[in-house]
């Protein structure tokens, strides 16, 4: 049986892969934006690194790699597979 951790996005470990479960914001501009840059629920994304002072993360999503602020990836629900 495997062990499925939902967590935000901010809160994985780099080389993780993981699968976008939700958006979750406020603000739609913001939500819209991440949609357009491929962060759709169901969609497999690997943490790639994280700046030396933590910020920002660099994550690859649908073939191609993003930066994002933590701030904004915490907004990010996402499900790991151990």
């Known amino acids: ?3 499925i951790k939902l967590m935000s ?4 470990k780099p080389s993780r892969i993981a699968t976008i ?17 491929g ?3 169901g969609v ?3 943490m790639i690194r ?3 002072l933590l910020d920002p993360i660099e994550i690859k999503v ?4 993003v930066v994002l602020r933590r701030e904004e990836a915490s907004m990010i629900e996402v499900e790991i597979n151990d």
Do not use: G, R
């Not at 996005?9 to 994985?12: A, G, S, T």
């Not at 649908?62 to 790699?65: H, K, N, Q, R």
């Open 44 to 46: 497999s994304i690997e």
């Open 1 to 3: 049986m495997s062990n």
């Open 39 to 41: 962060f759709i629920p």
């Open 62 to 65: 649908l073939d191609y790699l």
């Open 21 to 37: 479960k939700a958006v979750k914001s406020a603000d739609l501009l913001l939500k819209q934006k991440l949609f357009n840059m």
């Open 50 to 52: 994280s700046a030396p």
């Open 9 to 12: 996005l901010d809160k994985v």
